[in-house]
C-alpha cells in the first residue's frame, strides 16, 4: 500500500538538522544569561538549509521589553538580506514564541516556525512567556507551519528552565501584581482569554 509519508531515510536526516538548529538556539538561550544580555531565549533563522543568524534575548541589554530572541533574530536577517520579506526562511526558537514574536514572524513572511520547549515549561519557571493557543491557532490558519521539535530537541530546549534563572520578569511581576500573574499562567491553557496584552 502507498505511504504518504516521508521515507524514514528522510524522516531522520529531518531529525538531525531539526536537534543542531536546536542546539544552537538553545546555546544562545545560555548565553543571554550568561552575558547578562537577557532571559534564556535563543533563536536561529535558516535560510537554504544554512543558518543566517544566531541571535538571543536582550532585553536587559537594551533595556528594550521587545527584544525577545525573536524580534532581535528577525531584525539581523532582514539588515542582513537587505529586505523585509523572509518568506525563504525558517526560524527555530528555544522555547514556544510568544504573542508579540508570533505578530512578528507573520510580519515578516517567514512560513515555518520549529520550537523547543513549550511556553509552559517557561511559564512554571516563572517567565511572562505565556501564549494562548488561540493565537497559534490564527497564526497556523494564516498558513504559518508552527511545530515542536522532538525526542532530544525538545528535552534540551526545556532542560532551559529547569535550571532557577534570575528572572527579568520579576520586575513586571512586581509591577503588575501577583494576582494577573497568577491570571497569565491559568490563560496558557485556556484559549478563550485574549485580552491579557490590553
Ligand atoms: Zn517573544
Avoid at 531539526?18 to 547578562?36: F, H, I, P, Q, T
Amino acid at each position: 500500500m502507498p505511504s504518504m509519508e516521508a521515507p524514514p531515510q528522510a524522516a531522520a536526516q529531518d531529525r538531525d538538522s531539526d536537534y543542531k538548529l536546536m542546539k544552537k538556539a538553545v546555546d544562545e538561550a545560555y548565553r543571554a544569561v550568561d552575558s547578562g544580555d537577557g532571559g534564556p531565549f535563543g533563536a536561529v533563522i535558516v535560510r537554504d538549509g544554512a543558518v543566517l543568524v544566531s541571535c538571543h534575548n536582550l532585553v536587559l541589554k537594551n533595556t528594550d521589553p521587545s527584544a525577545h530572541a525573536e524580534v532581535t533574530a528577525i531584525r539581523q536577517a532582514c539588515k542582513r538580506l537587505g529586505k523585509l520579506d523572509l518568506s525563504d526562511c525558517e526560524i527555530y526558537s528555544s522555547c514556544e514564541p510568544c504573542a508579540m514574536c508570533l505578530g512578528l514572524i507573520c510580519a515578516s513572511k517567514i512560513k515555518k516556525v520549529v520550537y523547543g520547549a513549550k511556553a509552559e515549561a517557561a511559564v512554571a519557571a516563572g517567565f511572562d512567556a505565556s501564549v494562548p493557543d488561540a493565537f497559534v491557532e490564527y497564526y497556523r490558519k494564516s498558513g504559518i507551519e508552527i511545530r515542536q521539535v522532538e525526542g532530544e530537541a525538545a528535552r534540551i530546549a526545556e532542560k532551559v528552565f529547569e535550571k532557577a534563572w534570575e528572572i527579568p520578569d520579576e520586575a513586571m511581576r512586581r509591577r503588575r501584581g501577583g494576582e494577573w500573574f497568577e491570571k497569565a499562567k491559568g490563560m496558557v491553557k485556556c484559549s478563550r482569554f485574549c485580552c491579557l496584552w490590553n
